[in-house]
Nanobody, 125 residues
């Protein structure tokens, strides 16, 4: 099992940047594909970015491609989401997720067994 704790959310003006971190505890962090998802009020939880076990493969939602960067440090058991040029449409609770059952970069919430508690990101216009 793995426990996930997100940090780095907050309030930022449009055009600003934030860096989210997700610290994992438990064994074999490098065995888990890691994803960032977000959920805005009244909307479904949607994938933002995913990174493979070794960090060589990534996936980005179209809406964040070119603005967000996912990375991981397996030595620190941490995955990051660098978010640049934020807009009000990026306002949501951001969740970190992990799963060891699939290869590659799973992109749906149902493919992830472990979730963090979420961190709020609010972008003011």
């Amino acid at each position: 099992q793995v426990q996930l704790v997100e940090s780095g959310g907050g309030l930022v003006p449009a055009g600003g940047s934030l860096r989210l971190s997700c610290a994992a505890s438990g064994r074999a962090f490098s065995s888990y594909a890691m994803g960032w998802f977000r959920q805005a009020p009244g909307k479904e939880r949607m994938v933002v970015a995913v990174i493979s076990l070794n960090g060589r493969t990534t996936f980005y939602a179209t809406s964040v491609k070119g603005r967000f960067t996912i990375s991981r440090d397996n030595a620190k058991n941490t995955v990051y989401l660098q978010m640049n040029n934020l807009g009000p449409e990026d306002t949501a609770v951001y969740y970190c997720a992990a799963d060891a059952r699939w290869g590659g970069t799973p992109t749906t919430p149902d493919e992830y067994a472990y979730w963090g508690q979420g961190t709020q990101v609010t972008v003011s216009s």
